[in-house]
């Protein structure tokens, strides 16, 4: 328990000094109220939340060459200046112009995000902008943490303190960091560090299996991150891909070095496979260690490389078909434009989530050498000098190897 408190003070003040330095950036750079004024005009639109009241007929109605398929609903605005009041509106239904993809229908009682817009001439009118889907998601959360236990127990609650570690150290540091304007690179290896570190003092407390596991760790992963960065420059990736140009498009007074955010995002995904290399490979040679008290660091280290060849295979598999299935549907769109494969591999979206996959899955290869050899020295056995020998020549002391 003492040690599982020195993690959490630890994370307790690593998120008191992140919260101290973003509060003094947005003093410096204060945000927008939620009534925010539409340029070029004297119109105000406000962001609320809402329940819809009453649902309607479904139709089709043409803007121009568009036709949307939209569903009629009734909402009451939940909060802000137009609380409990009504407003009759069309949802649509339909993403794409010719309607193939449309939404789940509306049902009484959803909540929504709604945006409400007041014209200069005092007209209010209001507009669904998305269902509200964050609650559905905290439950599904708690089942997950209620599972971990059901079936880990004791070792269960330890991983949830991992887990919640992950995720303060994720959003606090390195998403917070580089929102900051800080370097991508640094503040992945930083949060990483910290991640495996902490992540292991819980699970396994202080050791050298520990140490050995997260040096490896560590160095599985940003071997990936620099194989990423050297392949990104020959392939000359920038980073643009759907989600940059809509961020840049967006950005106002932050600015993001998007190739550098290809490291991160790389060295993050890979983080989680090579800590499971990591301890896998650490943990086995522990065994083999106590097991055989007389073994050298030769054997050792191969008997890491024999158990890692047969980790290697699963584990890139896993970072493979994760990297395959992100990009699937954006494959399939490519295909449906008759584009081949050579011609899918050079867009920059696709090269982009190659290289992601082969950095990440050559730091889990790269897990497997790094733990294995540290362990191995780590635990070499010692020339040491018995007070009793065993073994006498000519009446002196001898070394017992």
């Not at 902008?129 to 609650?135: S, W, Y």
């Not at 236990?149 to 570690?165: C, M, N, P, Y």
């Not at 998403?175 to 819980?202: P, R, V």
């Not at 954006?330 to 082969?358: H, P, Q, R, W, Y």
Request: overall charge negative.
């Amino acid at each position: 328990m003492k040690k599982i408190a020195i993690v959490i003070i630890t994370v307790i003040i690593m998120i008191n000094i992140t919260l101290a330095i973003e509060a003094t950036t947005e003093g410096e750079n204060p945000t927008t109220d939620q009534a925010t004024q539409v340029q070029g005009s004297t119109s105000t639109q406000i962001d609320c939340k809402a329940v819809v009241m009453k649902v309607g007929e479904i139709k089709e109605v043409e803007t121009g060459s568009i036709t949307d398929t939209v569903q009629e609903v009734t909402i009451e605005i939940l909060d802000g200046v137009y609380e409990a009041e009504e407003f009759t509106t069309n949802y649509i239904l339909s993403y794409d112009i010719d309607g193939k993809i449309k939404a789940y229908e509306l049902e009484v009682g959803d909540k929504v995000s709604v945006q409400v817009v007041e014209d200069e001439m005092g007209n209010v009118t209001a507009s669904v902008q998305n269902v509200i889907r964050d609650k559905y998601i905290y439950a599904m959360f708690g089942l997950f943490l209620l599972s971990i236990v059901l079936v880990g127990g004791k070792q269960g609650i330890k991983a949830i303190i991992g887990l919640l570690i992950t995720i303060l150290a994720v959003y606090f540091i390195l998403i917070k960091g580089i929102y900051l304007g800080y370097d991508a690179i640094l503040m992945t290896i930083a949060t990483s560090a910290m991640i495996i570190i902490l992540t292991f003092i819980i699970i396994g407390g202080f050791s050298k299996k520990i140490l050995t596991a997260a040096l490896g760790t560590l160095g599985g992963v940003v071997s990936s991150g620099i194989v990423a960065v050297v392949f990104g420059h020959l392939a000359k990736l920038s980073g643009a891909c759907e989600e940059a140009v809509q961020l840049s498009m967006n950005m106002n007074t932050v600015h993001f070095n998007f190739r550098d955010l290809i490291f991160a995002g790389i060295v993050i995904s890979a983080l989680g496979a090579c800590m499971d290399v990591g301890m896998s490979i650490a943990s086995s040679l522990d065994e083999i260690k106590n097991k055989t008290k007389d073994i050298s660091w030769k054997e050792l280290f191969k008997s890491g490389m024999n158990i890692g060849k047969d980790v290697i295979g699963t584990m890139t598999n896993t970072l493979i078909l994760a990297y395959v299935g992100g990009a699937l549907t954006l494959i399939l769109l490519f295909l449906a434009c008759d584009m081949g494969m050579t011609e899918i591999l050079n867009k920059e979206t696709i090269s982009e989530e190659v290289i992601s996959a082969l950095a990440g899955s050559m730091g889990v290869v790269f897990t497997v050498p790094i733990t294995a050899i540290l362990y191995a020295i780590l635990n070499r056995r010692k020339t040491s000098y018995k007070m009793t020998s065993d073994n006498k020549v000519d009446g002196n002391r001898s070394l017992k190897l």
